[in-house]
């Protein structure tokens, strides 16, 4: 079984700052890790995904993460927020193998720039 | 590519009627995913259907709750004897091997 921890739930920030969005994870084994984000009354948009290879993954609107192993982190960051990346981001696990593809959610942070 | 559409968008009932969801994933996707959301959380896995088979069910899928995917297509969800703990956003998400799950815009329930 995999766990995921969010460890910000606000992270107020100004336009134009840079972010970093944090995210743990627990599994016994090998996982692939994802960032979803959620506009109000909306269903969920993947942002970006790691399965192998590079470290560095990036993905739409400028967003990148990197995957740390020894520390089981997947932190997503932005080098400049705009006022429409206000929204809610879910970090998420699954194991690599096997044929359920089960995603395990984290509470969520709430990210809201302001102006 | 259409994306994975839910229906209704919203539901309002009263406590102890029954309701039942609607997810049409996308067309060629053969796995399809049920979850739950409630406010100030992440999405919580509630079952899980590879074409019509039925294969998964969390211990939060009570007795009350009910999915079925007849033909391998559309899929439905429904709640029994409603109660005011089942509101939430109830998501439902697509996907096939070696891609990520596609989500719908979900259905948020209301139970007065």
């Known amino acids: 079984a995999q766990s995921v921890t969010q460890l910000d739930s606000q992270v107020p920030v100004f336009e134009e700052a840079p972010v970093e969005l944090r995210c743990n994870y627990s599994s016994s084994v090998s996982v692939y890790l994802f960032w979803y984000v959620q506009y109000p009354n909306q269903g969920l948009q993947l942002l970006l995904k790691?399965?192998?290879?590079?470290?560095l993954v990036k993905g739409i609107n400028g967003f990148e993460a990197e995957f740390n192993k020894s520390q089981t982190s997947f932190h997503l960051r932005k080098p400049s927020v705009h006022i429409s990346d206000t929204a809610e981001y879910f970090c998420?696990?699954?194991?690599?193998?096997?044929?359920?593809?089960?995603?395990?959610f984290g509470k969520g942070t709430l990210l809201t720039v302001n102006p | 590519d259409t994306g994975v559409s839910q229906d209704p968008r919203h539901k309002i009932t009263k406590r102890g009627q029954n309701v039942t969801f609607r997810c049409d994933p996308i067309?060629?996707?053969?796995?399809l995913y049920w979850y739950r959301q409630t406010l100030g959380q992440g999405p919580e896995f509630l079952t899980y259907f590879q074409n019509e088979a039925q294969l998964e069910k969390s211990r939060l899928l009570s007795d009350r709750f009910s999915a079925e995917r007849p033909k391998g297509s559309f899929s439905t969800l429904e709640i029994q004897r409603t109660e005011q703990g089942d509101s939430a956003m109830y998501l439902c998400?697509?996907?096939?091997?070696?891609?990520?799950?596609?989500f719908g815009n979900g259905t948020r329930l209301t139970v007065t």
């Open positions: 998400a697509s996907g096939v091997p070696g891609s990520p799950l596609h």
């Open positions: 790691y399965l192998s290879g590079s470290t």
């Open positions: 998420a696990v699954r194991g690599s193998g096997g044929s359920n593809y089960k995603l395990t």
């Open positions: 067309s060629e996707h053969n796995r």
